[in-house]
Each structure stands twice: as structure tokens, then as C-alpha cells.
């Protein structure tokens, strides 16, 4: 009994450290949080609402001095608030103190961010009632529509063959992202690389990387791939493909994590290597939720592939810029109804297909 009691309290110990450790992770992330809160309230009251709407001020001088003692009172201002533990940042990381103190603090200054940033947003988008409903504008937008619902069929054939060609871009993108992704997303998988220091830092690696190219919209790589292949289909294939990529082994890894520990334990518990229990226990899991991530991403790609073409990357995008920038508008009229007619299409069939699937 001696023995079982002190493994318990040496368990007890554990857990205790843990927990310990943990709340300390807690209240560093929540200064972290706070100093960023703290700054971005200073910049959006003093840049965007009183120099842009009170003093009218179109250039706003930027000064590093200025940004630099912003940011010292948000790293005072934020650390100080943090260690009360009653800030917002420490009742979202679970380390506030149970008061009514947490509780005003927390929902006052959510309203304020939530205030500030919409004001923020009202003035920096320059919202104008009065220019949306102007007699002017809604005569220009009569003869617009007018023109778009009298689509001209002549270029029928052209407009058809070059959907077609968007439909292979986004397809052939989808097909070739799915070995690397597939191989990437072990790698990107937490649950599967905790095991030593040595993975862990490769699973940190990898998902900074995949978040900056996911970061990166596929219209700016079909920019950066057209300057570099040449403008057409190739270029926006490629961009689709690293864009693809990057946000599906994001999707397949987080479903790695969230599979039953059970069979991989069952597995590991035969003397199974490392290889043998991700085969046997987790890709049977997987399968389905890939095939769904999959389709869907081929769904994503064909609209996406509409867009990348206004900068060069081929297909029914190219067309379009083309007879928008000619202000033909019968022309894009016709162009705009194929694109909604096959996104149209190409969503009915892919949510049948994931419909099927599970």
C-alpha cells in the first residue's frame, strides 16, 4: 500500500506541475494578447478615427518614434492588465480570477474593440448612402444590367471552350496537390509528431510554412507564376497548386488529429513500427474526410480559377478581363452566365458526391 500511495502522490506531483506549467504558458500568452489588444486600440483610435474622421486628415504622418511609444504604453498597459489576471486575454486563455471584476472588464472592453473596429471600418471604407442610391449612379448601373441580361451569343463557342479550359486548370491543380498533401499532412499533424524534440520542431517548421503560403491568395501566385512561366493556363494551374497544397494539408491535418487514439494504442500495443500503426490505424480513419476535403477543394479551385485568369492566368478569367476592359458588356454578360451556370453545376455535384461518401 506504501508503494501504490507513493505513486499516486508522485502522480499527484505530475499533475500538479502540469498544471502549473500550463497556467504560467496561460498568462504569458495573455500579456502577449493583451499588449497586441492594448496597441491596436491606441492605432485605430488615434490613426483612424480621430486623424481620418475628426481632423480630416488624408496623409497620416508616420513617425517609428510615435509607433515605438505606442507600442512601450501597450507593452505596459498590457502586461500589467494580464497580471491582475482580469483582463479579456486571460479569461479567453482560462486564467482569469472568478470575479465581477473579470466579468466587467471582459465585456466592456469587447464592446470597445467591437465598436472601434466597426467605426474604424465605416471610415476607412467610406461608406456613402447617398453615392449608392444617386440618380446618377443608378442610371449607369440600369444600362449596365440592361446590357448583362441581353448576353451576346456570338462568341459562344470561344466563351465555352475557355470554361472548359478552367475546368481542366482546376482539376488537373486539384489532382496533382493530392500525393504531396498527402504526405505533408502526416508531417503537419500534431498528435503523430510530439513524440521527440526532433519531429516536433519539423511539425512547427512545416505549418509556418504552409501558413505563409496559405497566407499568399491564389490571384498574387498566379501574378507571381505568370512573370515567371509566362501568362496562360500553366502559370494559374501552378498557382491553384501551391495554394491547394497549403490550405488542404491544413484540413487533412487537423482531421489526423482528431482521430480515435484507441486502434493507433491497440496497434502500437502488437510492437508495430511507427509506419505500420499510421497505416493500419490512422489512414482507415481518414479516408473519407479526404475524399470530402478533396472534392470540395475541386469545387473551391473552379471558382478560383475564374479569378486567377483576370491576371493572367488562362481560362474564362482571361476572356472576361478581356471584354470588360473593351466595355463590352453583351459580351460579359454571356461570360457571367456560363461561369454562375457551371459553379452552379459543379456545387449541386460536389455535395452529392460528399453526400455519398459519408
Known amino acids: 500500500m506504501s508503494k501504490q500511495t507513493a505513486v499516486e502522490a508522485q502522480m499527484k506531483n505530475i499533475i500538479e ?10 498568462i504569458f500568452q495573455a500579456i502577449l494578447l493583451d499588449i497586441f489588444l492594448v496597441f491596436y486600440s491606441i492605432l485605430v483610435v488615434q490613426r483612424a478615427i480621430y486623424y481620418k474622421f475628426v481632423l480630416d486628415i488624408r496623409d497620416i504622418p508616420f513617425s517609428w518614434l510615435q509607433i515605438f511609444i505606442i ?54 471604407t467610406k461608406i456613402s448612402i447617398i453615392g449608392l442610391f444617386s440618380s446618377e449612379g443608378l442610371n449607369g448601373a440600369g444600362r449596365l444590367f440592361s446590357a448583362l441580361f441581353h448576353p451576346q451569343f456570338g462568341i459562344f463557342d470561344d466563351a465555352l471552350f475557355a470554361m472548359i479550359e478552367t ?23 500534431r498528435n503523430l509528431m510530439r513524440e521527440n524534440k526532433l519531429t ?12 505563409f503560403i ?16 509566362g501568362i496562360g493556363p500553366f502559370a494559374g494551374m501552378i498557382a491553384l497548386l501551391v ?24 496497434i502500437s500495443a502488437t510492437g508495430a513500427n511507427r509506419v505500420q500503426v499510421v497505416w493500419h490505424a490512422v489512414v482507415p480513419q481518414i479516408v473519407l474526410p479526404f475524399l470530402s476535403f478533396t472534392i470540395y477543394r475541386w469545387d473551391i479551385n473552379v471558382r478560383m480559377a475564374t479569378v486567377i485568369g483576370l491576371v493572367g492566368g488562362g481560362g474564362i478569367g482571361t ?20 461561369i454562375a451556370i457551371v459553379v452552379w453545376i459543379m456545387d449541386y455535384v460536389s455535395a452529392k458526391i460528399r453526400e455519398a461518401i459519408y
Not at 500525393?179 to 499532412?185: A, E, F
Open 200 to 211: 516536433f520542431a519539423v511539425y512547427y517548421v512545416l505549418r509556418i510554412i504552409l501558413n
Open 71 to 124: 507600442f512601450f504604453i501597450s507593452a505596459v498597459i498590457g502586461t500589467s492588465w494580464a497580471l491582475t489576471r482580469t483582463s479579456l486575454s486571460c479569461k479567453l486563455f482560462g486564467v482569469a480570477k472568478d470575479n465581477k471584476v473579470t466579468k466587467w472588464n471582459s465585456e466592456l472592453f469587447g464592446w470597445f474593440l467591437f465598436d472601434i473596429t466597426f467605426i474604424a471600418g465605416w471610415i476607412v
Open 243 to 266: 495554394h491547394s497544397i497549403a490550405s488542404n494539408a491544413k484540413l487533412y491535418s487537423e482531421a489526423i488529429e482528431s482521430i480515435e487514439e484507441g486502434p493507433v494504442e491497440a
Open 214 to 229: 496559405r497566407s499568399i491568395e491564389p490571384l498574387i501566385w498566379a501574378i507571381i507564376f505568370s512573370v515567371w512561366v
Open 17 to 26: 506541475e502540469n498544471k502549473k506549467r500550463e497556467h504560467k504558458y496561460g
Open 319 to 338: 476572356m472576361l478581363m478581356q471584354y470588360q476592359g473593351l466595355a463590352r458588356w453583351r459580351e460579359v454578360g454571356l461570360i457571367v452566365l456560363m
Open 167 to 189: 475546368i481542366y486548370i482546376a482539376l488537373i491543380a486539384t489532382l496533382i496537390s493530392i500525393p504531396p498533401t498527402l504526405l505533408i499532412s502526416f508531417f503537419t499533424a
